[in-house]
């Protein structure tokens, strides 16, 4: 029984696993050009890795006729979390990184899944999703963050006296404070501080004016948005 289930699936094995490291490799060479932390190689390892599991699981439950098909699938799905995690950094300005890329990760392990399991039809269909997501609409997303009504900025001051008189800065230009954090500086000037801010706009205006505008204000030496 065994030398027939392993001479049968000899090709369909070949095949699965070549179509997960094409669309893994597919998913990585876009975050590779982003210059992303996980790249052409990380996407098609785990998505090869994941076609691998599941193809081992069938041939577990084939070869013994009992268990559960979907049990070591399940566990790459819960599993993939700890490397997507690893692509998420937090900077000393509270910005985060690597959201899409852990997201792309996990959908890179779920696409081997279904590779693994067969189900070509499904995969194929969302690569060219993923893909599309992660690569067409980076500037849409952009566009429209660039555009919305509240923005998050990271503000360093040459003293915390100077905090005061930004807020006030803000206000008589028609400007919500919904939310301000003290935060350690990373100036090595011991008196200066610095603040994550964010702002809410009475109208629409482009980011880029906004941080023009408040750059102005006495005190601020630097300013930059974050996510």
Known sequence: MAEYLIQENV??????LLLALICGGVLGIERGRKNRPAGF????????GAALVM?????IYNRYGTGDPT????????????????????????????????????GAACMGLAIGAGYYTAAIISCVMIYFVM?????????????????????EFASVRDIGEFIQYVKE?????????????????ESAAAILVTIRLMKK???????????????VRYMEEVG
């Open 135 to 155: 690569a067409m609409l980076y500037r849409l997303d952009v566009r429209v963050m660039a555009s919305a009504r509240a923005i998050n900025l990271y503000v």
């Open 71 to 106: 049990r070591l699938g399940s566990q790459v799905i819960s599993g993939i979390g700890f490397l997507g995690a690893g692509t998420i950094i937090v900077t000393v300005r509270n910005r985060v990184k690597g959201l899409t890329t852990a997201a792309g990760l996990w």
């Open 41 to 48: 190689r990380t996407y098609m390892l785990v998505c090869v």
């Open 11 to 16: 090709a369909e094995t070949a095949f699965r």
């Open 55 to 59: 193809i081992t699981n069938e041939y």
């Open 173 to 189: 230009r028609d400007m919500k404070i919904t939310d301000l954090e003290l935060i350690q500086s990373g100036s090595v000037n």
């Open 205 to 219: 205006a482009e980011h880029a004016e906004i941080i023009h505008l408040l750059s102005s204000a006495g005190g």
